[in-house]
T-cell receptor, first 113, second 115 residues
Framework: DAKTTQPPSMDCAEGRAANLPCNHS???????VYWYRQIHSQGPQYIIH???NNETNEMASLIITEDRKSSTLILPHATLRDTAVYYC??????????????FGKGITLSVRP | NAGVTQTPKFQVLKTGQSMTLQCAQD?????MSWYRQDPGMGLRLIHY???????DQGEVPNGYNVSRSTTEDFPLRLLSAAPSQTSVYFC??????????????FGSGTRLTVV
């Protein structure tokens, strides 16, 4: 699976958009980009994923660059409850047994009042 | 639906003791896995299973055993607990591996301390 690079931390004001970047310059054509978050002391929570098109759901939007070497997770109106560690994961799309997730250290998002 | 249920939530063991961490899911997911998380680190995969009767090792399997006799349950056994196994353990499940367009559902974790 391709490696991802995220800054260690960022903050944003409550009510504003939070844009979390991720670099995955070695991503291959059949690898998806996934985002998870982990609120303190809880299990990770799936947010969104995409292959090459931009995606949106009730939690967030995912913007993937045309060359697919980087992506941005957007929380459109951050709240204090969005304070968490956010993990960007690139996972091979396989029909075989290798479907594990490889978590890095993620980016800590702090939402301030 | 309960999702992924882990028990116990907290456990203290003495060095050398054995125990089983339980994980159950009610979503009919094929794929189940165990991760550990240590302070300041990301999650590391211990073992995983792509279906009943099939298990495989992750990146940190030493000291742990698993079995998958049913689709719903995936217990993690510590054979002889060591202080290095003090960690938070998470179980996760997914419809995968043949269906990549789904996320993983995680349990709330088991906090294990080995003294």
């Amino acid at each position: 699976d391709a490696k991802t690079t995220q800054p260690p931390s960022m903050d944003c004001a409550e009510g504003r958009a939070a844009n979390l970047p991720c670099n995955h310059s070695t991503i291959s054509g059949n690898e998806y980009v996934y985002w998870y978050r982990q609120i303190h002391s809880q299990g990770p929570q799936y947010i969104i994923h995409g292959l090459k098109n931009n995606e949106t759901n009730e939690m967030a939007s995912l913007i993937i660059t045309e060359d697919r070497k980087s992506s941005t997770l957007i929380l459109p109106h951050a709240t204090l409850r969005d304070t968490a560690v956010y993990y960007c994961i690139v996972r091979v799309a396989t029909t075989g047994a290798n479907s594990k997730l490889t978590f890095g250290k993620g980016i800590t998002l702090s939402v301030r009042p | 639906n309960a999702g992924v249920t882990q028990t116990p939530k907290f456990q203290v063991l003495k060095t050398g003791q054995s125990m089983t961490l339980q994980c159950a899911q009610d979503m009919n997911h094929e794929y189940m896995s165990w991760y550990r998380q240590d302070p300041g680190m990301g999650l590391r995969l211990i073992h995983y299973s792509v279906g009943a009767g099939i298990t495989d090792q992750g990146e940190v399997p030493n000291g742990y055993n698993v079995s998958r006799s049913t689709t719903e349950d995936f217990p993690l056994r510590l054979l002889s607990a060591a202080p290095s196994q003090t960690s938070v353990y998470f179980c996760a499940s997914s419809r995968g591996p043949r269906t990549v367009n789904y996320g993983y559902t995680f349990g709330s974790g088991t906090r294990l301390t080995v003294v």
